[in-house]
């Protein structure tokens, strides 16, 4: 690998905001690595849309990704994750790296009594990603999905204390309490912004699993295994585009980030599907 290739950016995508999940996490893992995250805020939310819309939404954005000279892409969405991972390595000769297989190895990793609940998108429940995963991993691990769809719009709103998160939040997980569960793999990227309501609503004894925590080891390690972690002297810098209201996803990442964004730039709608 030459040393511009190094020096590249990684590319990563969401279908909004959630992602920012783990651009947080990858900026402490890896701060020396520039960052272009794409937000596809125009066709938010992934979760309800069939199988093969996510798939094409996926090549698109890469493809937006890939013009931007990536050097790896983090499909930072666990409904593309779960969906269109492999047709995106057949098409793509880069890593690309999805959050199911480290959300699972985490929650294996983390429980003590391997009953693991997962909160997700209708997609990423429907298609069983992580009940499959983990099962894959460990046969006898007992594993309760559910998806919970209004917490991508409320996670978009940056409700992120409001009482009508937690309203939400109760309605949707008072059943896990029953279960015994010792783990939750919160298995989509919007969800952390909202793991403070959730945790105080699922109890203290549960622990949470963040795809952007289990993904960054394994994005650092995928990095290193293909020799593309940057040698650059200074922090790397972090370029944000979405395909509509730049505004709303500054205001929001800005809260959830804790710092100032300088410049959102909008990407037209048509130039990504016509691109491509
Ligand atoms: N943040 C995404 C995920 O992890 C997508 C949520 C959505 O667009 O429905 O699944």
Redesign the pocket.
């Known amino acids: 690998m030459s040393n511009s290739d190094k020096q590249k950016p990684i590319g990563v995508f ?3 905001i ?2 920012l999940t783990v651009v947080k996490r990858l900026a402490s893992t890896l701060p020396k690595e520039n960052i272009i995250y794409f937000g596809d805020t125009a066709r ?5 849309k069939s199988n093969s819309t996510v798939t094409e939404y996926s090549i698109q954005n890469s493809r937006f990704l890939l013009n931007k000279n990536v050097k790896a892409i983090i499909v ?6 779960s969906i269109a991972i492999p047709e995106l390595r057949k098409i793509f000769d880069i890593p690309i790296i999805g ?1 199911i297989e480290p959300g699972s190895k985490m929650a294996l990793e983390k429980s003590r009594n391997k009953k693991i609940g997962v909160i ?2 209708r ?2 429940v429907g298609n069983m990603a992580y009940s499959s995963e983990i099962k894959r991993m460990n046969k006898n691990a007992i594993v309760f999905e559910k998806s919970c ?1 209004l917490f ?1 719009p409320i996670a978009e709103e940056g409700w992120i204390e409001h009482r009508a998160t937690f309203e939400i939040a109760e309605e949707y997980l008072h059943e896990f309490r029953d279960l015994g569960i010792d783990t939750l793999v919160l ?4 969800y952390p912004i909202l793991a403070e309501v959730i945790q105080k609503v699922i109890g203290s004894n549960v622990m949470l699993i963040d ?1 952007g925590v289990a993904s960054s080891e394994l994005i650092k390690s995928e990095l290193e295994k293909s020799d593309l972690i940057s040698d650059a002297e200074t922090d790397g810098e972090h370029e944000y585009y979405v395909s509509d209201i730049p505004v709303k996803f500054k205001e929001v990442a800005e809260l959830f980030l804790g710092k100032q964004i300088d410049h959102v730039h909008k990407v037209d709608l048509e130039m990504l599907t016509l691109e491509n």
């Open positions: 969401d279908s909004g959630g992602g938010v939310p992934y979760g309800s930072a969405c666990n409904t593309a994750s959050m997700g998108t997609a990423t769809p991508v298995g989509c990227t919007h795809s």
